[in-house]
């Protein structure tokens, strides 16, 4: 059966096509009919010594009900066709989805006059559709009729408190249901107990409650109910800072979950002991996979006494930890971790002020991890020693995707550093250095990179709020560019309080757009583009045959004094 409801696309369209929806009730139909005409075929062998007269008025009478169970199938379909076109969707690998398509009222009741036709039906997404708050009961009530679902996504439908007591009934309906998703409904929160009503056994996999309003009483249940959820593999709490509190709870329900590969507990105001208290279930998590404490700003410290287990987690590939307000004792404890995490591929650090002077141990060591694909160290109060420290590492990191040092002002002037050591990387496909003053001898040297044949797999560049590079600076690296072949956004905008003119670069860069195949977005937010630049992008604009978007946001007919001719700022 085919039920995932897609975007309806008329390309290629050249003759009318049954949808994959009346394709499987007329399948469902037929084996039906199959299926009888079978059992009365096996039950006229057994009869033979019926009258033939009165095997023709049995057979006149089914043909009737055939034609009459044709048309309401008919019509049906039809029905469905209509609803299929009306939302713009159309079916796919027994999957309804209809998240984010504007459901009424009334498309509300259409959707649940379908569901009896979907008895295989294993994915059912009503998510971000605001209809569905107060309506969900007339769903629910026909839950019954799918009881092989297996995945339910209710996220952010404004769900009142009659919802969610109905659908903790309907839950009970559903025996193979593995991921449930009530993300950003406020009204989940105090009602927990009366909508997870999993028994042992449950095959629940990935539960997701992120911003539900939880609080600590919902904690201490979740922390009850995990016993009974052995199956689960993705647990979120993310964004309900009351359940700190009921943080010693979960914590024993985890050591149940030996199977879990995700925890996030993304803002949930953790504090120091509460690193303490999730140090003891590691050593019973053995399978997780990524870890996600971040944005918890009273996390700072905890990680100085209690963070030795951590180094249990082997199979760990994603660690969070950006802005947990890390401390330098902090920093100490983890450069003593996090080398060992030897399965680790992202790493984020950002956002943690107090480790710019003390993270040049733990920046160093981190050539042990060679799995390491994303490294977020934007944002850090980075000293000339620890980039340095970091500049050396990298090269140790060949697998490296992924590197953000946007906001470290100590990159500025010392970016060749780095750039030697990047240079032999054949792996980077993303370099952010926004707002790390960076100077017209930077970029030099980076296009210098660039001409030579290096980071040639680069395709996301980001230098903007770099206000300190001169025309000199951005003629040179606008001359290189087109060297990365692969390179799909590059973003140079400036600071939200500044505004310059564009200068002789602007023309080099629309030559080098034309050699870059694969680009789609140039941020040049605030540069002020005189009037022969502007007809120049327009006729850019105008002969390329390619879609690409110049991030300004419209043209604005700037009004400066001591202008002669209008100009125009490209900003959002």
């Known amino acids: 059966m085919s039920q995932t409801w897609k975007k309806n696309s008329s390309e290629g369209e050249t003759k009318p096509q049954t949808s994959f929806v009346n394709k499987f009730l007329r ?3 037929l084996r039906s009919s199959n299926a009888k005409s079978r059992k009365e075929n096996n039950d006229l062998k057994t009869t033979e010594s019926q009258p033939s007269e009165g095997m023709q008025k049995m057979a006149t ?6 034609l009459s169970s044709e048309m309401e199938l008919g019509s049906q379909m039809e ?38 036709f979907f008895p295989d039906l294993e994915e059912l997404a009503i ?3 605001d209809f569905v708050g107060g309506s969900l009961r007339s769903v629910t009530q026909q839950m019954h009729l799918v009881r092989k679902l297996k995945i339910l996504r209710l996220s952010s439908c404004r769900l009142t408190t009659d919802d969610v007591q109905t659908l903790g009934e309907a839950l009970e309906m559903i025996p ?5 998703n009530l993300s950003w409904n406020s009204k989940v929160g105090g009602n927990l107990p009366r909508i997870l009503r999993f028994q042992k056994g449950s095959k629940i996999q990935m539960l997701e409650l992120v911003d539900c309003a939880l609080t600590s009483e919902d904690g201490a249940f979740v922390g009850q109910l995990l016993p009974m959820l052995r199956s689960l593999e993705v647990l979120d709490l993310s964004v309900n800072r009351n359940i700190g509190d009921s943080l010693s709870s979960i914590a024993q329900g985890l ?4 199977k879990l590969k995700v925890l996030k507990l993304h803002s949930c105001g953790l504090s120091q002991k509460s690193v303490k208290i999730l140090d003891a279930v590691f050593r019973d998590l053995g399978e997780l996979r990524k870890l996600d404490f971040s944005c918890n700003k009273e996390l700072g410290g905890g990680f100085e006494d209690s ?14 930890l950006h802005q947990c307000s890390l401390t330098a004792d902090d920093v100490v404890s983890l450069t003593q971790i996090i080398p060992l995490l030897s399965s680790l591929q992202e790493l984020d650090l950002s956002a943690n002020k107090k480790m710019g002077s003390s993270s040049e141990n733990l920046l160093s060591r981190l050539r042990f991890l060679p799995a390491l694909k994303s490294l977020l160290i934007n944002n850090c109060a980075l000293e000339s020693e620890t980039f340095t420290a970091l500049a050396e590492a990298s090269i140790h990191l060949p697998a490296l995707e992924i590197f953000n040092l946007s906001w470290n002002k100590c990159v500025g002037g010392n970016l060749q550093l780095l750039l030697e050591t990047l240079k032999h990387s054949t792996s980077l496909q993303v370099l952010r250095l926004s707002s790390c003053s960076l100077m017209a001898e930077d970029v030099a040297h980076l296009a210098s990179v660039i001409q030579m044949g290096h980071l040639a797999r680069l395709q996301k560049l980001d230098l903007s709020y770099n206000d300190g590079i001169c025309d000199a600076g951005w003629t040179i690296f606008c001359q290189n560019i087109w060297f990365l072949k692969e390179l799909t956004e590059l973003d140079i905008s400036l600071r939200p309080s500044n505004f310059r003119d564009c200068g002789q670069w602007f023309r080099h860069l629309l030559c080098a757009v034309n050699k870059l195949p694969e680009i789609t977005e140039i941020g040049m937010k605030r540069w002020i583009l005189p009037a022969l630049q502007e007809e120049e992008l327009e006729c850019f604009n105008q002969d390329h045959k390619r879609s690409i978007h110049f991030d300004h946001g419209g043209f604005q007919q700037a009004d400066f004094s001591g202008l002669t001719k209008p100009k125009t700022i490209l900003q959002s």
């Open 27 to 29: 399948g469902s139909k």
């Open 61 to 66: 009478l089914d043909n009737a009900k055939a």
């Open 79 to 116: 029905k469905n066709e209509q609803l299929l076109q009306k939302l713009g969707k159309k079916a796919v690998n027994k999957c309804l989805d209809l998240s984010n398509c504007g459901l009424t009222t009334t498309d509300m009741r259409e959707m649940v006059a379908l569901l009896p």
């Open 127 to 129: 998510s971000w559709n």
């Open 176 to 180: 193979e249901l593995k991921e449930l």
């Open 255 to 258: 050591k149940s979950t030996s």
């Open 307 to 320: 963070s030795a287990q951590l180094v249990m987690l082997k199979h760990l590939e994603v660690l969070d």
